[in-house]
């Protein structure tokens, strides 16, 4: 039997932690598998995927920009990938191409589990209306909270969003003028941190030691975390999601369960907060 293999598309691609995570978790579980990075042109990530399925590829995850190319072609679709409208996990079987969207499940995991906060009745504010914030909407909604508000610059997109999801759960929408009350979870789901900024949030919004959550990583603190701390919240940014997504993935291919916590401790700087 040959080993099965997997890789991660990106676009650029050199700075994914996936091929560490996934050698881990195949060691960890005795699975028979290889998994690398592979560069797709930003006009050719179809035929990337196809030419890579020729040479017996099994599966795949996606990362920027081709989420929602991946999602077009796919012929099947889970339920949070057509939620989503994106995908970063597809798995091939013939001429079958499953698409697969397991951030929001990473980030609820990592929120639940990792950190031990609960969701169900809880106030939570989601700042941002693009791609991470509407993947994370069908599971942080089926984690039953008592209200989901979407916050967002450009009010028109989160109204969309909440009338879109407002099926599954207590899901509404504001720009962040007219914010008001106070949250027991703020999950930042904008790209503000990529170029440490600050999404317009007041500290008034926080309720008396909520949980700030921020989607992106780093070896150090994110603005918004730094802010969310001084504002007496407890804080932790995104490397639990995307080692808890990889791991959903990675039983969406191998139908394993790998352990996370052996790859948090090995990915996270000691220094880190």
């Not at 990473?106 to 209306?129: C, P, S, Y």
């Not at 209200?147 to 879109?164: F, G, P, S």
């Not at 929408?173 to 904008?190: F, H, K, P, Q, R």
């Not at 309720?207 to 603005?223: C, H, I, L, R, S």
Request: net charge negative.
């Amino acid at each position: 039997m040959s080993t099965d293999k997997y890789v991660v598309i990106g676009n650029p691609v050199a700075h994914s932690k996936s091929p560490d995570i996934h050698a881990q978790f195949a060691a960890d579980t005795a699975q028979d598998m290889r998994y690398e990075r592979l560069l797709a042109p930003l006009d050719g990530f179809a035929e990337t995927v196809r030419d890579f399925i020729r040479e017996g590829g099994r599966g795949a995850n996606v990362t920027l920009p081709f989420k929602l190319e991946a999602h077009a072609l796919a012929t099947q679709l889970s339920e949070r990938a057509r939620a989503a409208g994106a995908v970063n996990t597809l798995k091939f079987d013939g001429d079958d191409i499953f698409g697969d969207n397991t951030d929001g499940v990473g980030l609820v995991t990592d929120i639940e589990h990792n950190a031990g906060i609960a969701l169900r009745g809880k106030r939570i504010l989601l700042l941002g209306a693009g791609g991470a914030a509407r993947g994370a909407l069908l599971p942080l909604l089926q984690a039953k909270p008592a209200e989901l508000m979407i916050a967002n610059r450009t009010v028109a997109k989160a109204l969309d969003l909440a009338w879109e999801f407002q099926m599954h759960g207590p899901v509404s929408a504001s720009d962040y003028d007219e914010l008001d009350g106070v949250y027991d979870i703020v999950i930042n789901a904008t790209s503000a941190s990529i170029s440490a900024a600050l999404p317009p949030i007041a500290a008034s919004r926080f309720a008396k030691g909520a949980f700030a959550y921020d989607m992106m990583y780093a070896a150090e603190p994110t603005v918004f975390m730094q802010f969310a701390q001084k504002n007496g919240c407890v804080v932790r940014d995104g490397l639990g999601m995307l080692i808890e997504q990889a791991a959903e993935a990675f039983f969406v291919w191998r139908g394993v369960r790998a352990q996370t916590a052996p790859v948090f401790a090995a990915l996270r700087p000691p220094s880190a907060t």
